[in-house]
């Protein structure tokens, strides 16, 4: 096995293939904040993808509760138990990823579902971590509590499904570093299937090879989000590309908000596939749950987030999430004004940070008349 670095858990680590970074690396942002798990993304994703015969059970987007949502059943709670505990030492992740935990005749630490496992991709939604009787007083982090946890495939650094195809089905596009199955060489053996660790790989029973989340690459192409970024009604998303740390730029939106002020994370870095969407984390849950899931920096990243109020730059560019279907690669705030450039610095959107308000008095005095709402 090759020695390749990976930046977010601080070490480098062994992997099947030599470090071969793609000239840009697509890589998205979701504020969990702000999901109110309206599907919207998942039903667009599934019109756009997956509607044809084979593909009924791919959710290639789909949105879960947390904690007793799965899609498919216990993908990350089974893994995890797998994997057993792992220590973080410094800031740097002192466990074995699935790599160096596979088990003997295998390149990856991993499993396969059973068909019954992808037969309620609503399991959980909603249920709360606890009861509230009889009333409860308010307490943050909430003593009862669940979020909304939406993912697509997360086109890792290190993919775990490319490592495990015996065939070299799978690829990473050096253009934008998406991570694609060529058709014509799939088998169908389903080895990546039983790889990827966040089960973002599915079979097709009618053509007897695997599919996966293309990041809607035919739009990256063109400078626009997928689909699933532009249909987002609670606008948690953000697409762009992401540099390397010691390559980060303020000017570009993604690096900001996960190199400079590091207040989104990848999920379960632990596993050791640098996975390239990252998570502005729920302010409201138990720290030690988050910790697991996000790594030991999720403290920092929910202190800066909620003191987002007094921290222009940080608000002015979380609202430029949801403003155009455009990729924006740069971006600057002018006073209260957010704008959203290309990468020669032309404006591709401008967003005010705080809507005007208009208060219109009960008694229209000019016409004599009282208002109400009717059109």
């Given at each position: 096995?090759?020695?390749?670095?990976?930046?977010?858990?601080?070490?480098?680590?062994?992997?099947?293939?030599?470090?071969?970074?793609?000239?840009?690396?697509?890589?998205?942002?979701?504020?969990v904040?702000?999901?109110?798990?309206?599907?919207?993304?998942?039903?667009?994703?599934?019109?756009?993808?997956?509607?044809?015969?084979?593909?009924e059970?791919?959710?290639?987007?789909?949105?879960?509760?947390?904690?007793?949502?799965?899609?498919?059943l216990?993908?990350?709670?089974?893994?995890?138990?797998?994997?057993?505990?792992?220590?973080?030492?410094?800031?740097?992740?002192?466990?074995r990823?699935?790599?160096?935990?596979?088990?003997?005749?295998?390149?990856?630490?991993?499993?396969?579902?059973?068909?019954?496992?992808?037969?309620?991709?609503?399991?959980?939604?909603?249920?709360?971590?606890?009861?509230?009787?009889?009333?409860?007083?308010?307490?943050?982090?909430?003593?009862?509590w669940?979020?909304?946890?939406?993912?697509?495939?997360?086109?890792?650094?290190?993919?775990?499904?490319?490592?495990?195809?015996?065939?070299?089905?799978?690829?990473?596009?050096?253009?934008?570093?998406?991570?694609?199955?060529?058709?014509?060489?799939?088998?169908?053996?389903?080895?990546?299937?039983k790889?990827?660790?966040?089960?973002?790989v599915?079979?097709?029973?009618?053509?007897?090879?695997?599919?996966?989340?293309?990041?809607?690459?035919?739009?990256?192409?063109?400078?626009?989000?997928?689909?699933?970024?532009?249909?987002?009604?609670?606008?948690?998303?953000?697409?762009?590309?992401?540099?390397?740390?010691?390559?980060?730029?303020?000017?570009?939106?993604?690096?900001?908000?996960?190199?400079?002020?590091?207040?989104?994370?990848?999920?379960?870095?632990?596993?050791?596939l640098?996975?390239?969407?990252?998570?502005?984390?729920?302010?409201?849950?138990?720290?030690?749950?988050?910790?697991?899931?996000?790594?030991?920096?999720?403290?920092?990243?929910?202190?800066?987030?909620?003191?987002?109020?007094?921290?222009?730059?940080?608000?002015?560019?979380?609202?430029?999430?949801?403003?155009?279907?455009?990729?924006?690669?740069?971006?600057?705030?002018?006073?209260?004004?957010?704008?959203?450039?290309?990468?020669s610095?032309?404006?591709?959107?401008?967003?005010?940070?705080?809507?005007?308000?208009?208060?219109?008095?009960?008694?229209?005095?000019?016409?004599?008349?009282?208002?109400?709402?009717?059109?």
């Open positions: 096995m090759a020695r390749v670095h990976n930046w977010q858990i601080g070490r480098d680590m062994s992997y099947w293939y030599p470090e071969s970074r793609p000239k840009k690396q697509f890589a998205a942002i979701f504020d904040n702000k999901c109110i798990s309206c599907q919207t993304c998942t039903l667009a994703c599934k019109t756009t993808w997956t509607s044809g015969k084979g593909q059970y791919m959710l290639w987007n789909n949105v879960e509760s947390k904690p007793y949502g799965f899609y498919p216990a993908w990350d709670v089974y893994l995890l138990d797998k994997l057993g505990p792992q220590p973080w030492k410094s800031g740097a992740y002192d466990g990823t699935l790599f160096e935990a596979a088990e003997a005749g295998e390149r990856v630490l991993g499993w396969r579902p059973e068909d019954m496992d992808y037969a309620n991709p609503n399991v959980g939604e909603d249920d709360c971590a606890g009861t509230i009787e009889h009333g409860a007083d308010i307490q943050m982090p909430h003593l009862n669940f979020f909304y946890l939406a993912r697509i495939c997360n086109h890792c650094t290190y993919p775990a499904c490319l490592a495990s195809c015996p065939r070299g089905s799978i690829y990473k596009r050096q253009e934008d570093g998406i991570v694609l199955v060529d058709q014509g060489r799939c088998r169908g053996y389903r080895e990546c299937v790889a990827c660790p966040y089960k973002k599915f079979y097709n029973p009618t053509t007897g090879t695997s599919e996966k989340c293309i990041a809607c690459f035919p739009k990256i192409e063109m400078g626009e989000q997928p689909q699933c970024f532009v249909n987002c009604i609670g606008k948690i998303r953000f697409a762009g590309f992401l540099s390397t740390p010691e390559n980060a730029r303020e000017d570009n939106p993604i690096d900001y908000l996960v190199h400079v002020r590091k207040v989104a994370l990848p999920l379960f870095p632990q596993f050791g640098e996975p390239n969407v990252y998570y502005v984390p729920p302010m409201h849950a138990p720290r030690s749950f988050l910790r697991q899931m996000f790594g030991p920096t999720v403290d920092q990243a929910i202190d800066t987030y909620r003191a987002s109020a007094t921290d222009p730059d940080l608000t002015g560019l979380l609202t430029l999430f949801g403003s155009t279907q455009r990729i924006v690669p740069r971006w600057k705030r002018e006073g209260e004004m957010v704008i959203g450039l290309d990468e610095g032309s404006e591709i959107v401008r967003v005010p940070m705080r809507e005007p308000v208009h208060i219109r008095e009960a008694f229209d005095v000019a016409r004599g008349v009282p208002r109400n709402n009717t059109p």
